[in-house]
C-alpha cells in the first residue's frame, strides 16, 4: 500500500486527534503550567516555579490522601476482582448447568445493580442503612445487644465504612466481564476435568484462571485507575471527613481548587495523581504484553 492510498485513511483521525487535543492534552498542559504558578482563579496567575511541589512534598495531608488511595485499591481492585472471579466461575461452571442461563442472567443482573445506580442515590441507600441514630445497620446491632455506633463519622469506622460501600458498587464490573470472558471457554473442558475427578477448585485454577487471563489484567487495570481517582462516593458519603480520615487525592485537589481558592496547589495535586496514574497503566500494559510474549513462545 502506497502513501498516497494511505493518505485517504489518516484523514480519518484528524476528528478524534482534535478531540483528544481539545479535551486532553490542552487542559492537561495548562493544569501543569498552573503547577507552577500561584494563581487564585481572579487575577493572572504568577509564576513561582517549584515552589507548589516543594510544598507538596512536605504536605502530611497530601500522603495521608496517598494511603487511603491504598485503601481504595483493596476496596475497589483486590476485593471485587477475586469475589468477582469466584462469582463468575460458579455461576458458570456450577449455577448455569443446574438452573439454565435466566438464572445465572437474573444473578448477574443483581450484582450489576450498583454499578449503574447514581452515586448520589447509593449514598441516600447507604445513609438510610449506617444512619447512627436509627440506621437499619444500627437498629440490627442494638436488636442483637451489640449496640450502635456512627459508622461514617467516626474516625476509626468512615474509611472502612466507605471501603465496604466501594467493594459493593464494584463487584459487578469484574462478575460481568469474568461471566463474558467465560463464553469463550469450551464447557466440555469442565465436564472432561469433572469426569477426571477434579473438583470446583481444581476446575477453577486449571481453567478458569489460565482462559481469563486477559480480562483480570484489563479489570484490575481499569478499576486500579478507577480507585486512584475515586471522587465520587467519598465527595457524597463523608467529603473526606470526619477531620481528613477518608480524603483522596482527587477530592484534596478539589478542595484546594474550589475551597482554599488553591488553584496552582490544587493543578499540583492533580498533576502528581496523573503522573501516578500513568506509571501505573504502563506498568500493568507492559506486563500483560510480557506475559502474551511469554506464552506465544
Known amino acids: 500500500m502506497t502513501w498516497e492510498s494511505r493518505k485517504g485513511y489518516w484523514l480519518y483521525l484528524i ?15 495548562w493544569n501543569v ?4 504558578t500561584k494563581y487564585r482563579g481572579i487575577k493572572p496567575p504568577t509564576w513561582i516555579g517549584l515552589e507548589n511541589w ?6 502530611e495531608e497530601f500522603w495521608a490522601s496517598f ?4 485503601a481504595m485499591v483493596v476496596a475497589m481492585v483486590v476485593l471485587p476482582t477475586l469475589i468477582g472471579l469466584v462469582l463468575a466461575s460458579l455461576l458458570f461452571d456450577l449455577v448455569g448447568r443446574r438452573f439454565g442461563g435466566k438464572v445465572v442472567g437474573l444473578l448477574r443482573a443483581v450484582y450489576y445493580l450498583p454499578q449503574i445506580l447514581p452515586i448520589a442515590i447509593a449514598a441516600i441507600v447507604v445513609g438510610w442503612i449506617l444512619r447512627p441514630d436509627d440506621g437499619a445497620l444500627n437498629e440490627v446491632l442494638t436488636a442483637i445487644g451489640l449496640g450502635g455506633h456512627n459508622w461514617l463519622g467516626s474516625p476509626d469506622t468512615a ?3 466507605v471501603g465496604a460501600v466501594l467493594v459493593w458498587i464494584q463487584i459487578g464490573y469484574p462478575v460481568v466481564v469474568f461471566m463474558s470472558a467465560l463464553q469463550r471457554i469450551d464447557p466440555q473442558l469442565y465436564e472432561a476435568a ?4 477434579a473438583n470446583w477448585w481444581q476446575r477453577f485454577r486449571a481453567i478458569t484462571l489460565s482462559g481469563i487471563r486477559p480480562e483480570i ?20 458519603l463523608t467529603r473526606g471527613g470526619p477531620g481528613s480520615s477518608t480524603i483522596v487525592p482527587s477530592y484534596y485537589s478539589y478542595t484546594e481548587f474550589f475551597t482554599a481558592q488553591q488553584v496552582g496547589y490544587g493543578a499540583t495535586i492533580a498533576t502528581a495523581l496523573t503522573v501516578v ?9 507492559r506486563a500483560q504484553f510480557r506475559l502474551a510474549d511469554e506464552e506465544e513462545r
Open 217 to 236: 489484567f484489563v479489570v484490575v487495570l481499569t478499576c486500579t485507575v478507577a480507585a486512584l481517582k475515586v471522587f465520587g462516593p467519598v465527595y457524597a
Open 277 to 285: 496514574v500513568l506509571v501505573v497503566a504502563i506498568f500493568f500494559v
Open 159 to 161: 474509611l472502612l465504612s
Open 15 to 29: 476528528p478524534g486527534a482534535l478531540l483528544l487535543t481539545v479535551i486532553i492534552v490542552v487542559p492537561l498542559g
Open 194 to 197: 469433572e469426569l477426571d475427578g
Open 33 to 36: 503550567y498552573l503547577s507552577f
Open 54 to 59: 516543594q510544598k507538596l512534598f512536605q504536605d
Open 67 to 70: 494511603q487511603h488511595s491504598i
